[in-house]
Structure formats: C-alpha cells, structure tokens
C-alpha cells in the first residue's frame, strides 16, 4: 500500500536507536532499519514485515522497541486493522508514555492510539522495578508491576563492588523474587543492573548498565556492621501488582534504584 510521503514521516528523533552489543541485536536493528526506510517511503506491507521480524529477531533496546511498535500502530491504522494497531500502541505506550504520534498524521488514523493511549492511563501502575538488598537470604530483592503482563524474563547481572565481572542470572516473571548474589551477605556494596525482557528478548525496562551499575549497599565511609537499613530515608514501602493479585513488601533500596517508567528511563540504559 502507497500513499502520499507527508503524514507518514514520524518525528526522527523518536527513532534514535540505543544499541545493546549482540549478534541478535544487530539483527534487529538492520530489520528495523529496513522498516524505518519503506515506512518513509510508505511501504507499509514492507514496514510491516520488516518491523514485526525486528520483533522477533529479538534485543531490541526500549527505544528500538517503542519505534517497532509505534511504525506497527500506524501501518495496521492503515491497514484497516483497528485491534491489531490498538495493540502495538498499547504496547508501546507501557514501554514509553511518552510516545505520540506525530503532527502530519491524519485525524482519521489516530483513533487506535488514543483509545491505546486511554487504556494504558486508565490503569494506576506502570511498568517498573524496585531492587533492594536482601542480606540475610544473600542477595537482591526484585518487585516487578508489570499491569500489563509483558515481562517473560527477568534478566539480573550483579557483582559485589570492585569485582570485575558480572554474575548473569534469568528468572521467570514473578511480582517479587530473589536474585542469590554470592557474598552479598557480608560485602560492602552489592553492583548490579537489571533487565526486563519480552519473549523474545527485547528490552521493556533497564535499569542501570554494564558502565553505570546501580549500587545497594553500606554508605561510604561508614563503618562495617552499620547498614543503610538504619537509615529511615531508604525505606519504602513497594506495591507490587501481581499478575494475579497484589503484593505489598517492605525492602531496602538505595535512592536510585525507584524507577518510575519515564522516557529517560527506558531510552537508552542509564
């Protein structure tokens, strides 16, 4: 299907890919390229085919993934298939609220997007994540609202502060799990970033990165034995919406670790 090339240019900028270093990344992204060429020269059956095998080909960044989605949205809106692109905004609007569309597309596409759009600010959570340290079950504690139920895999990588590598672990999606780091337990400061990945392994959520880690632990410069747990600031109380109820859990964290779902969370690891 052709049409005229106005409307069809989205924002650029909304585009900008975020690489993740892998062979399966660099799949995607050379698929999601050749989406990002025929969609501004409105191919859409190109677009299409090529940004759901972006999709699939799977480690795509959060912003790589909201572009799939967001070129998916418009070319089903023209399609004629209202469900099928109500469900790609969807999508991509948990991913990154943020996300719009943008000025030069026609009215009559827009339906699909914002009935996405009142779907997902209808609901009261949003996708994040909540990490504290756990040092008597020694390890990280991870609460997960997924109210979307996006989240096939969690993907956790820690290390105990000034080691050098990171210890990978995977867990099913669960609203609160337990990441074993070993030494956690008795180590100062406890290193680690998180992943939240789809099927096929594209990043919904990152928190933190293998160069900017997140850090739990014992403030500097306080001596051994004295926690942040004795701290009243790095208390929280989480509210984890389950996949099926809800679970409240008290868990300490360290100030950067309460990740609201915000465009300058989820563009780019941070």
């Excluded at 109500?86 to 990154?96: A, E, G, K, S």
């Excluded at 670790?257 to 300058?264: A, G, M, N, P, V």
């Amino acid at each position: 299907m052709r049409a005229g090339k106005g409307w069809a240019f989205l924002m650029m900028g909304s585009c900008l890919l975020a690489i993740v270093p892998s062979k399966g990344n660099a799949q995607g992204r050379e698929a999601l390229e050749q989406a990002e060429r025929a969609f501004i020269d409105v191919d859409f059956e190109t677009a299409m085919n090529k940004a759901q095998e972006a999709l699939q080909k799977g480690w795509l960044s959060p912003a790589q993934l909201v572009r799939a989605y967001q070129i998916l949205g418009v070319c089903a809106t023209a399609f004629g298939q209202p469900t099928e692109a109500r469900d790609h905004f969807t999508r991509m609007l948990v991913i990154d609220p943020q996300s719009t569309l943008d000025d030069t597309v026609p009215p009559r596409l827009r339906a699909p997007f914002y009935e996405a759009k009142g779907v997902v600010e209808g609901r009261a959570e949003r996708l994040s994540a909540e990490v504290g340290l756990d040092r008597a079950q020694g390890g990280l504690r991870i609460a997960i609202v997924d109210p979307f139920q996006l989240v096939k895999k969690v993907r956790v990588h820690a290390r105990l502060e000034g080691a050098v590598e990171f210890e990978v672990s995977e867990f099913a999606p669960s609203p609160e799990l337990l990441a074993p780091v070993e030494g956690s337990a008795e180590a100062d400061r406890t290193e680690y970033w998180l992943e939240l990945l789809d099927e096929h392994s594209n990043q919904l959520l990152v928190l933190g990165s293998e160069f900017e880690p997140r850090v739990v632990g014992r403030l500097p410069g306080v001596e051994k034995g004295v926690d942040l747990a004795s701290e009243p600031l790095f208390w929280i109380v989480i509210g984890a919406a389950a996949l099926a109820g809800a679970v409240t859990t008290a868990v300490l964290v360290d100030q950067g670790s309460k990740i609201e779902l915000q465009t300058s969370a989820v563009f780019g690891v941070n």
